[in-house]
């Protein structure tokens, strides 16, 4: 009797070596095996996997979000195919244990080992049951004009932190991540060339197709299967171009990585990679709606640009060409960004000194959990004057003070009666932080299809155009966002169009600069400076020479001392190499005046002075 393994086994001969050995198909064999390799390897190859903690009690902080708000915006599909295998593959790959019988990769306690955060299955907002910033995106591809059902990141993926304080995790909305997103494509890349084994296909097979599935469509899913392999699945998280500075966890070269995936993957433009070398820290997003300038960076002015151009940096899909469908054709849910998402984030009118910031709020310190000190009080009223004195400068006044609301900083109100936060930009010259993210946008290039009618042309290579980095994205996200408004029906009117954007204009700039946000929450944001190089606010107001040249991230536990996270982990941030430096915002007197360090922005604080100012940063 031949058994259903058996059978699978002699499919699978035929299929990949014919009736009889020869050259070709033993060729197509090896490279099966060789690209699941190279998958892996183009995804960063020993990729650092987060072990996690077993929390027995799960807190969500009062940030100004019910429940249900929270629940639709963690899952809230942007359009995006972030994991470019389909839904049905995601769901039914095995784990890339030795075991055959290893449990399946989308199981929550194995995604929370790269960081991900576990999220109750809801038959409305999570019917699969995946971790938080997962969503569904079904439809049709625009490129293709064919189905689509895969399994795309939303903003929540990378921007909700987790802090856990001996076995009770804190869960914060538009927190830090502390993810990997280098293990985990390695780790699926793995899964999805050990699926061809003939130990493990025929389970995946009945997941996919059902247990009654033909041979025949056996064979056809197993030749998809080979054929993604042998292909690498290159577009996965598009970390494409060689070399590079290693992200780790917690960090991403965002703006790169954007770059690469619209216009290298999405327009077939391979000379447009570059290599990852200026990885950031996921920014804090509770205030972000309200700022002039949106962008971490501030170099993007309107909101609905920064959304959709992070939708298409993570894979959403968008057409470049006339045919099959018009060009500037997306996945991208317009209308859904601006009321699924930004509305929740901004709230549902102006900030103000009685209210605050409406929408999703800064998390206030969890007394409850970390309680304060016996000389607290004395401690942050001190730290309070060295604020003034410090940091206000730069970071403006802070929220809960009456000076705050009355800055110069707040622009006049626009025709809607609304007013935004002019932050200021601080000259990387000055606060002496590594340089690449700044240096990096401000100077790159990209090369586009004079049919996309981009302007601002500034040299040609072949039939190709060459344009600024940050202006070509801004008018490109601008024309899919506007191909949008103007096929709905009827087509958005200018009023909406104007309230859909944030009420402001569609404004791209690099500046040599860094944004010095207000420092409501920020507890709750290590690691520090836009790098994430160094891990506490102790550390971060001590003199360079006491900044740790090398720690290591991984363990969410939480140092209510020095602020941050505890020291260990899997991931080892080294801050001599370019793009993750430690320099800069240094409160240090110069041994020598003449020669100061560079981003010395004070005097150094003594450890009775940093300890204070700490205590009251924990207050914001």
């Given at each position: 009797?031949?058994?259903?393994?058996?059978?699978?086994?002699?499919?699978?001969?035929?299929?990949?070596?014919?009736?009889?050995?020869?050259?070709?198909?033993?060729?197509?064999?090896?490279?099966?095996?060789?690209?699941?390799?190279?998958?892996?390897?183009?995804?960063?190859?020993?990729?650092?996997?987060?072990?996690?903690?077993?929390?027995?009690?799960?807190?969500?902080?009062?940030?100004?979000?019910?429940?249900?708000?929270?629940?639709?915006?963690?899952?809230?599909?942007?359009?995006?195919?972030?994991?470019?295998?389909?839904?049905?593959?995601?769901?039914?790959?095995?784990?890339?244990?030795?075991?055959?019988?290893?449990?399946?990769?989308?199981?929550?306690?194995?995604?929370?080992?790269?960081?991900?955060?576990?999220?109750?299955?809801?038959?409305?907002?999570?019917?699969?049951?995946?971790p938080v910033g997962f969503a569904r995106t079904s439809g049709n591809d625009p490129r293709t004009g064919q189905p689509v059902d895969q399994i795309g990141f939303t903003c929540a993926a990378c921007h909700t932190g987790r802090i856990d304080?001996?076995?009770?995790?804190?869960?914060?909305?538009?927190?830090?991540?502390?993810?990997?997103?280098?293990?985990?494509?390695?780790?699926?890349?793995?899964?999805?060339?050990?699926?061809?084994?003939?130990?493990?296909?025929?389970?995946?097979?009945?997941?996919?197709?059902?247990?009654?599935?033909?041979?025949?469509?056996?064979?056809?899913?197993?030749?998809?299967?080979?054929?993604?392999?042998?292909?690498?699945?290159?577009?996965?998280?598009?970390?494409?171009?060689?070399?590079?500075?290693?992200?780790?966890?917690?960090?991403?070269?965002?703006?790169?990585?954007?770059?690469?995936?619209?216009?290298?993957?999405?327009?077939?433009?391979?000379?447009?990679?570059?290599?990852?070398?200026?990885?950031?820290?996921?920014?804090?997003?509770?205030?972000?709606?309200?700022?002039?300038?949106?962008?971490?960076?501030?170099?993007?002015?309107?909101?609905?640009?920064?959304?959709?151009?992070?939708?298409?940096?993570?894979?959403?899909?968008?057409?470049?060409?006339?045919?099959?469908?018009?060009?500037?054709?997306?996945?991208?849910?317009?209308?859904?960004?601006?009321?699924?998402?930004?509305?929740?984030?901004?709230?549902?009118?102006?900030?103000?000194?009685?209210?605050?910031?409406?929408?999703?709020?800064?998390?206030?310190?969890?007394?409850?959990?970390?309680?304060?000190?016996?000389?607290?009080?004395?401690?942050?009223?001190?730290?309070?004057?060295?604020?003034?004195?410090?940091?206000?400068?730069?970071?403006?006044?802070?929220?809960?003070?009456?000076?705050?609301?009355?800055?110069?900083?707040?622009?006049?109100?626009?025709?809607?009666?609304?007013?935004?936060?002019?932050?200021?930009?601080?000259?990387?010259?000055?606060?002496?932080?590594?340089?690449?993210?700044?240096?990096?946008?401000?100077?790159?290039?990209?090369?586009?299809?004079?049919?996309?009618?981009?302007?601002?042309?500034?040299?040609?290579?072949?039939?190709?155009?060459?344009?600024?980095?940050?202006?070509?994205?801004?008018?490109?996200?601008?024309?899919?966002?506007?191909?949008?408004?103007?096929?709905?029906?009827?087509?958005?009117?200018?009023?909406?169009?104007?309230?859909?954007?944030?009420?402001?204009?569609?404004?791209?700039?690099?500046?040599?600069?860094?944004?010095?946000?207000?420092?409501?929450?920020?507890?709750?944001?290590?690691?520090?400076?836009?790098?994430?190089?160094?891990?506490?606010?102790?550390?971060?107001?001590?003199?360079?020479?006491?900044?740790?040249?090398?720690?290591?991230?991984?363990?969410?536990?939480?140092?209510?001392?020095?602020?941050?996270?505890?020291?260990?982990?899997?991931?080892?941030?080294?801050?001599?190499?370019?793009?993750?430096?430690?320099?800069?915002?240094?409160?240090?007197?110069?041994?020598?005046?003449?020669?100061?360090?560079?981003?010395?922005?004070?005097?150094?604080?003594?450890?009775?002075?940093?300890?204070?100012?700490?205590?009251?940063?924990?207050?914001?």
């Open positions: 009797m031949v058994t259903k393994r058996r059978k699978y086994a002699l499919h699978l001969k035929w299929l990949l070596i014919g009736r009889a050995w020869s050259p070709a198909s033993l060729a197509f064999r090896l490279s099966v095996v060789l690209a699941g390799f190279a998958f892996t390897t183009s995804l960063g190859a020993g990729g650092v996997m987060q072990q996690p903690a077993s929390p027995t009690n799960v807190i969500w902080p009062e940030q100004g979000w019910t429940p249900a708000v929270r629940a639709g915006y963690h899952h809230q599909s942007q359009g995006t195919l972030t994991i470019p295998i389909p839904r049905s593959w995601f769901l039914a790959l095995q784990q890339p244990e030795i075991s055959s019988s290893a449990g399946l990769f989308s199981d929550p306690a194995y995604l929370d080992r790269f960081g991900f955060i576990p999220s109750p299955r809801d038959p409305a907002t999570n019917p699969d049951g995946l304080v001996g076995s009770t995790s804190l869960l914060i909305d538009g927190g830090p991540a502390l993810i990997d997103l280098g293990a985990f494509g390695t780790s699926l890349g793995l899964a999805l060339s050990e699926t061809l084994s003939p130990l493990r296909f025929p389970r995946f097979a009945d997941r996919v197709l059902g247990p009654n599935h033909s041979a025949l469509d056996a064979l056809r899913l197993y030749k998809d299967v080979g054929r993604a392999v042998k292909q690498g699945l290159a577009t996965l998280f598009q970390s494409l171009g060689s070399g590079g500075t290693k992200e780790g966890l917690g960090r991403l070269d965002a703006l790169n990585r954007i770059g690469n995936t619209v216009f290298a993957d999405g327009m077939g433009i391979p000379q447009n990679n570059v290599p990852i070398t200026a990885p950031v820290a996921f920014p804090h997003i509770w205030d972000v709606s309200w700022f002039a300038w949106v962008q971490y960076n501030g170099s993007i002015e309107q909101p609905m640009v920064r959304n959709a151009g992070e939708a298409m940096g993570v894979s959403a899909a968008v057409n470049y060409n006339e045919t099959p469908t018009p060009r500037f054709t997306s996945t991208i849910p317009v209308g859904g960004l601006y009321y699924n998402i930004e509305r929740l984030l901004a709230g549902p009118r102006q900030p103000s000194a009685a209210d605050g910031f409406t929408g999703l709020r800064a998390p206030r310190w969890p007394e409850n959990i970390l309680p304060w000190g016996p000389d607290h009080q004395e401690l942050a009223a001190r730290g309070a004057e060295l604020y003034r004195l410090h940091c206000q400068g730069c970071h403006l006044p802070a929220p809960n003070t009456p000076e705050f609301w009355s800055s110069n900083n707040w622009t006049p109100a626009n025709s809607a009666g609304e007013r935004y936060l002019d932050l200021n930009m601080i000259s990387i010259a000055r606060i002496g932080t590594d340089p690449a993210q700044a240096t990096g946008m401000a100077n790159r290039t990209v090369l586009a299809s004079p049919a996309l009618g981009l302007t601002g042309e500034i040299g040609t290579s072949g039939n190709l155009r060459r344009y600024r980095y940050g202006e070509a994205l801004g008018q490109l996200v601008g024309l899919v966002v506007n191909h949008w408004y103007d096929s709905q029906n009827p087509p958005l009117t200018a009023a909406d169009r104007l309230r859909l954007n944030g009420y402001r204009s569609n404004g791209i700039r690099a500046p040599l600069d860094y944004k010095a946000r207000p420092l409501d929450g920020i507890w709750a944001t290590a690691p520090y400076l836009h790098n994430g190089s160094v891990p506490t606010l102790w550390a971060l107001l001590s003199p360079y020479a006491e900044r740790p040249t090398v720690f290591s991230l991984g363990n969410r536990q939480f140092d209510p001392i020095n602020v941050g996270y505890l020291n260990g982990g899997s991931f080892s941030l080294d801050t001599r190499i370019a793009g993750n430096h430690n320099t800069g915002h240094l409160f240090e007197t110069p041994a020598d005046p003449a020669h100061p360090r560079l981003g010395i922005i004070g005097p150094t604080l003594s450890r009775d002075e940093r300890r204070a100012l700490v205590e009251y940063l924990k207050t914001l």
